[in-house]
């Protein structure tokens, strides 16, 4: 039986931001649901029929070619939302939506977030704008980065992003998936990963990688992940 809102703290921290008033008004349209590894919430073209929350896991946004490659393009964890296009007044997935670090989170509607969005005063609307315009920067910025850094700095900026969404610092990995996710070769990665390894920045074992210095991984990477990190400090007010 689907469990309605939860009522420990909001750990999404769009619905966090809701006054009080507002987030009981809007709770009974809030299921929690579970998001395992690998959950596919779209595919590509797919019709939206529910708008998600996550808490502490991360939703990887990829492009398939035609050819069979694969790449991500954007990721949403605790800060956003899935299925931004509904805030557009669109209800097709532009992109695959994959569970890329399982957790939980809160579902909604999309039909009940499209009459919300009507509504005249309502907080959701300002906060899924302030968000849409910082998935934009990251998705500007990822494609950028993939065309001008080496695998290295751009595989620290990819764990440095996912591990700003997770709880503490294990992120469980496998080498396959995060070549398909920076559109690399799985040897890339490893090479990778070992160098970050030996840097004393990362310990890396079979489907499991522990940040160990996360300063240290800051530097190593190259400058997209401080100008994304940058901007969606600024659009939310940290």
Excluded at 105 to 129: C, I, Q, W, Y
Excluded at 211 to 233: H, M, P, Q, W
Aim: net charge neutral; charged share 25%; hydrophobic share 40%.
């Amino acid at each position: 039986m689907p469990q309605t809102a939860q009522s420990g703290p909001i750990q999404n921290k769009i619905l966090a931001a809701l006054s009080a008033k507002e987030y009981a008004r809007l709770s009974p349209h809030l299921e929690l649901v579970s998001l395992p590894l690998g959950q596919i919430l779209y595919k590509t073209e797919d019709r939206i029929k529910y708008v998600y929350f996550p808490n502490s896991g991360v939703v990887s946004f990829v492009a398939h070619m035609k050819e069979g490659a694969s790449i991500e393009v954007g990721l949403a964890g605790s800060e956003g939302m899935v299925g931004i296009p509904i805030l557009f007044g669109d209800d097709v997935s532009q992109n695959e939506a994959i569970v890329q670090i399982a957790d939980g989170g809160m579902r909604m509607k999309a039909s009940v977030l499209t009459e919300e969005l009507k509504r005249d005063g309502g907080e959701l609307e300002p906060l899924l704008k302030r968000f849409a315009l910082a998935l934009m920067k990251q998705v500007s910025q990822t494609a950028a980065c993939n065309r001008n850094h080496h695998i290295g700095q751009r595989l620290a900026r990819w764990l440095l992003t996912c591990h700003d969404r997770v709880k503490g610092n294990e992120l469980k990995l496998t080498q396959e998936f995060i070549a398909e996710m920076l559109g690399t070769r799985r040897s890339g990665v490893s090479e990778a990963a070992g160098i970050l390894q030996e840097g004393g920045l990362i310990r890396y074992s079979r489907g499991n990688i522990k940040i160990l210095d996360r300063v240290g991984l800051e530097e190593f990477a190259c400058e997209c992940y401080a100008t994304v990190k940058v901007a969606s400090d600024r659009l939310f007010g940290k």
